[in-house]
């Protein structure tokens, strides 16, 4: 590379670098002292990154979950068929401090089969 070249490719990828950190969250906004358990049907369902995601009402509320991103998913089994709208799960998670329909899951029970999702 041309020393010309060369500090172009530095400026553009220190000029891009952040953007791409803070674009994955971390996991302290969630609560883990509120572990909560819920089972009910899939409304929707998203089999993409950073995440996948499944939502569901549960006792009238509105719930986002978040889940594994998608190649530890499919690393445990589960396939964007197993979390398909109109399929039954049980979730255990810790609710988001700040957004009160958003939970961040550490397992889920699909087809009676518990799967680690951390």
């Known amino acids: 590379m041309t020393s010309i070249t060369r500090r172009l490719?530095?400026?553009l990828a220190t000029a891009l670098a952040?953007?791409?950190a803070i674009a994955h969250h971390?996991?302290?906004g969630y609560?883990?002292?509120?572990?909560?358990?819920?089972?009910?049907?899939i409304l929707k369902s998203t089999?993409?990154?950073p995440h996948c995601e499944i939502e569901m009402e549960v006792d009238g509320k509105h719930w986002r979950f978040v889940l594994a991103p998608p190649s530890r998913?499919?690393?445990?089994?589960?396939?964007?068929?197993?979390?398909?709208?109109g399929?039954?799960?049980?979730?255990?998670?810790?609710?988001?401090?700040?957004?009160?329909?958003e939970a961040r899951i550490e397992y889920i029970i699909l087809d009676g089969k518990r799967t680690e999702l951390r």
């Open 47 to 49: 089999y993409e990154n």
């Open 26 to 28: 971390g996991w302290g």
């Open 31 to 41: 609560d883990t002292s509120k572990s909560f358990t819920v089972t009910g049907e």
């Open 9 to 11: 490719f530095l400026s």
């Open 18 to 20: 952040p953007g791409a």
């Open 73 to 85: 998913m499919q690393q445990r089994g589960i396939t964007p068929d197993l979390i398909a709208s």
């Open 87 to 101: 399929k039954t799960c049980t979730v255990f998670g810790y609710p988001h401090t700040s957004h009160p329909d």
